[in-house]
């Protein structure tokens, strides 16, 4: 049976603000919403790309924030004094022979310009950021992955499940991670498909470091990430002093304490029996976020 035009009106103008709200939701979530099959979905969807309100992925859709958001370019050019500070007490936290992943935002990719100008090899380097893959790439001893996904080519990054799947085969011995804001509840980011990589690292992670500048402090954005607990540490250009008197766990930006937990989880990952390719890793050295944000 045909259904009337002003329902499938209606069902696509719901459609759009749903994916406003939630900015990421799977292709089986959306047919169970609106009680219609796959193929009533793609083309709901299609019609709604058409009008540039969505951008579909393998599973799923990215509203807009790929056009709304800032530019990856635009981004760069903030607060960079900041960032190349941060950058460099994140350099002395690398080792030879650790599996790194260098998250989307832009103080990770000063890590990476770091990185090229004093190199510590061998690494191996894994991102879902196409500048940070193609500049870790022109380093001699960096074996550099990139992880798969949808590409948003303002953002110069590769999101949606394809990706999180792809990281969740490795175990990272520390993932440099970036948020949007920061408030006393935790980290915040900018889009349930970005939040939902970076969990899917975090919980494949031994050591997990945020890299923010003073601007984050106070902000929040449309998609909670982490509470502070989940985070092994924090390198920030903000005071002790500030920090604490927002909220924030001011012992957790301590470069000396993440210095010496780093090397801790590395010794003991170094030293553990080798694991079976379908081992998951250690509990007493990998990070697990709490049952709330999973």
């Known amino acids: 049976m045909r ?22 939701i799977v292709l089986a979530d959306l047919c169970k ?17 058409e009008r540039h309100l969505v951008t579909r992925t393998y599973g799923g859709a990215l509203a807009d924030f790929n056009l709304r958001f800032p530019s990856f370019r635009q981004r760069r050019n903030v607060a ?28 990770v990719f000063a890590l990476t310009e770091a990185l090229r100008q004093s190199p510590i090899r061998p690494l191996t380097c894994v991102t879902g950021n196409l500048p940070v893959a193609d500049l870790l790439s022109e380093v001699d001893g960096l074996d550099v992955h990139l992880l798969g996904g949808q590409f948003l080519r303002r953002q110069s990054v590769l999101l949606g499940e394809a990706a999180c799947r792809a990281a969740e085969q490795w175990t990272f011995d520390i993932a440099f991670l970036s948020a949007e804001g920061m408030t006393r509840e935790g980290l915040w980011n900018s889009d349930a498909a970005v939040v939902a990589l970076q969990r899917a690292v975090a ?8 890299l923010l500048d003073a601007s984050k402090l106070g902000r929040s954005a449309p998609q909670f990430f982490c509470g502070w607990d989940a985070l092994s540490g924090l390198l920030t250009d903000t005071s002790a002093a500030t920090l604490s008197s927002v909220g924030i766990p001011a012992d957790l930006a301590d470069a000396n304490r993440i210095a010496a937990q780093v090397l801790a989880r590395t010794s003991a990952a170094a030293t553990a029996p080798a694991a079976s390719d379908d081992d998951e890793p250690d509990e007493s050295s ?9």
């Open 286 to 294: 990998s990070l697990t976020l709490p049952t709330s944000l999973l």
């Open 33 to 49: 919403e609106f009680g219609v099959s796959e193929a009533t979905m793609r083309r709901d969807l299609a019609h709604l790309e």
């Open 80 to 107: 960079t004094e900041a960032k190349h500070g941060i950058a460099r007490q994140s350099l002395a936290l690398l080792r030879p022979e650790m599996t790194v992943f260098f998250d989307n935002g832009t103080t």
């Open 203 to 210: 919980a494949r992670a031994r050591t997990t470091i945020a």
């Open 3 to 24: 259904v009337p035009r002003h329902i499938v009106d209606a069902r696509r103008r719901r459609l759009a603000e749903l994916l406003q709200r939630h900015r990421y």
